[in-house]
């Protein structure tokens, strides 16, 4: 088979230990350039873009939020943000706890103050977020018809597990809950998925390519369905098992660049 487009995770598949590209994965994929390799990820674009520089990838497009929005040459190829009548109510859930909230709209990112959830992913992603109460927020994206493209609930695991359950039952319809780590739970529209993100790359910027022709890296559930439906989904050794159980192939760990591997043996 001919791989004409490679899409990869971010973080748990292509960044090593220190959340960082390594010298190897940044070799390999400029080696297989032209190519197109396009980075995938529930992050915000402003958290890919030092990536795609290090990658002198920057005229790639970006799949954020899971597949929430899709951009190309700064113009949005797809966009899915979450009706604010689901926000209030999960602001009104979190006020008697002790949840962090970080809203997402494009490249902006909201956090209530800088606790230690925000220093966290700041530190993670290399984003400084603005500092506005949640209600602000919601009262500024009513005004102007915006909406979350991803919403992400921080804090202590019992309080995260009443509110996932919650959620559930009032808005499954709605939203896709996503937990990423036990004290994390991220939100976004129901229409999410990485999958239908690559459909429209395949529409728009690359329609001499099928989804038999892509290879694709990732390691926790919402890669599930984008490793199942392309050419090739890869699964780095430390993928949870769900994944490790679907992959049509499995790799070295991100710690031992296992997306560059498959690249120099494939290419």
Same mark, same amino acid.
């Given at each position: 088979m001919? @791989? !004409?487009? $490679?899409?990869?995770?971010?973080?748990?598949?292509?960044?090593? !230990?220190?959340?960082?590209?390594?010298?190897?994965?940044?070799?390999? &994929?400029?080696?297989?350039?032209? $190519?197109?390799?396009?980075?995938?990820?529930?992050?915000?674009?402003?958290?890919?873009?030092?990536l795609? !520089?290090?990658?002198?990838?920057?005229?790639?497009?970006?799949?954020?939020?899971?597949?929430?929005?899709?951009?190309?040459?700064?113009?949005?190829?797809?966009?899915?943000?979450?009706?604010?009548?689901?926000?209030?109510?999960?602001?009104?859930?979190?006020?008697k706890?002790?949840?962090?909230?970080?809203?997402?709209?494009?490249d902006?990112?909201?956090?209530?103050?800088?606790?230690?959830?925000?220093?966290?992913?700041?530190e993670?992603?290399?984003?400084?977020?603005?500092?506005?109460?949640?209600e602000?927020?919601?009262?500024?994206?009513?005004?102007?018809? !915006?909406?979350?493209?991803?919403?992400?609930?921080m804090?202590?695991?019992?309080?995260?597990?009443?509110? @996932?359950?919650?959620?559930?039952?009032?808005?499954?319809?709605? &939203?896709?809950?996503?937990r990423?780590?036990?004290?994390?739970?991220?939100?976004s529209?129901?229409?999410?998925?990485? =999958?239908?993100? $690559?459909?429209?790359?395949?529409?728009?910027? @690359?329609?001499? &390519?099928?989804?038999?022709?892509?290879?694709?890296? +990732?390691?926790? @559930?919402?890669? &599930?369905e984008m490793? =199942?439906?392309?050419?090739? +989904?890869?699964?780095?050794?430390?993928? $949870?098992d769900?994944?490790?159980?679907?992959?049509?192939?499995?790799?070295?760990?991100?710690?031992?660049?296992?997306?560059?591997?498959?690249?120099?043996?494939?290419?």
């Amino acid at each position: 088979m001919t @791989y !004409k487009l $490679i899409c990869s995770d971010i973080d748990g598949t292509l960044l090593d !230990k220190n959340r960082e590209l390594s010298e190897m994965t940044i070799s390999e &994929i400029q080696r297989v350039s032209p $190519i197109p390799f396009v980075l995938i990820s529930s992050r915000m674009p402003k958290a890919m873009r030092h990536l795609q !520089k290090q990658l002198g990838n920057e005229t790639a497009p970006i799949i954020a939020y899971n597949g929430g929005l899709v951009l190309h040459n700064n113009q949005v190829l797809h966009s899915a943000f979450i009706n604010n009548t689901v926000l209030e109510a999960v602001i009104g859930l979190c006020e008697k706890t002790s949840i962090h909230l970080s809203l997402y709209f494009e490249d902006d990112w909201f956090v209530p103050a800088m606790d230690f959830w925000a220093e966290r992913e700041a530190e993670n992603t290399k984003v400084i977020p603005f500092v506005k109460s949640s209600e602000s927020v919601l009262n500024q994206w009513k005004n102007e018809d !915006k909406g979350a493209h991803k919403i992400m609930c921080m804090g202590n695991e019992t309080e995260i597990d009443i509110l @996932y359950k919650a959620l559930e039952n009032s808005f499954s319809n709605e &939203i896709m809950l996503y937990r990423s780590k036990p004290t994390y739970i991220e939100i976004s529209h129901i229409s999410v998925s990485k =999958k239908t993100a $690559i459909k429209v790359l395949l529409k728009h910027c @690359y329609t001499n &390519i099928s989804m038999k022709n892509v290879l694709a890296f +990732g390691d926790n @559930y919402n890669d &599930i369905e984008m490793l =199942k439906s392309v050419g090739l +989904g890869v699964a780095v050794a430390n993928a $949870i098992d769900e994944v490790l159980q679907i992959a049509n192939k499995i790799t070295d760990t991100n710690k031992n660049d296992g997306v560059a591997k498959v690249i120099r043996e494939l290419f």
